[in-house]
């Protein structure tokens, strides 16, 4: 018995030193800043991979993908339970509402795409404001950062790439 404990806790402490620290920062945007829920979020999300041992014999990216996954549902089970979304207005007392299910789904996904966004470079992240968040034509970018047309060109096609990168790193297949 001891063998297996020690086994166990071995895997979950790997576990925790490869993800926890990913994880952290990817849970503490979804609960506004409470540092003491996101937590619990992430014990919950530890817990839930330890249970399921299939989940850790995948690759790298996998299981950080699944416990992103997971880590975002227990959010989003958590505001259900509620009732609420923390740090916006009350919405009703039925969190089976689909009005509120979308709204919850909607700045969960804001708070996803802003911390993909958060992982590009400077240069990808200003070509993407302004390209795809402005409405900035290619010649309009390239006067406003003072580059040439074909490198807004370049870069917005990089930094989509790399966008897709960084949600997939987090969790969500774009």
């Known amino acids: 018995m001891s063998a297996h404990v020690n086994e166990d806790e ?8 490869e993800h926890g620290a990913a994880l952290w920062s990817f849970v503490v945007p979804l609960v506004h800043g409470d540092a003491a829920r996101a937590e619990d979020v992430v014990q919950e999300t530890m817990l839930r991979a330890w249970r399921r041992p299939e ?3 995948q690759r790298r990216g996998s299981v950080r993908s699944w416990l992103f996954t997971v880590a975002r549902r227990i959010v989003i089970d958590q505001w259900r339970h509620d009732g609420r979304s923390e740090g916006t207005a009350e919405l009703t007392a039925d ?17 996803v795409v802003a911390e993909a966004l958060d992982r590009l470079t ?11 968040y402005d409405g900035c034509t290619t010649a309009e970018a390239a006067r406003r950062l003072g580059i040439p047309e074909g490198t807004v060109k370049s870069r917005a096609h990089y930094a989509l790439e790399a966008l897709q990168l960084a949600l ?4 969500v297949t774009p």
């Open 168 to 171: 997939r790193e987090i969790g």
């Open 122 to 132: 400077p240069a990808h992240r200003s070509v993407l404001q302004l390209c795809y």
């Open 10 to 17: 071995r895997l979950l402490r790997a576990l925790f030193a």
């Open 55 to 57: 989940i850790l014999a």
């Open 95 to 111: 969190p089976s509402d689909p009005a509120q299910t979308g709204a919850v789904e909607d700045l969960l996904e804001r708070l």
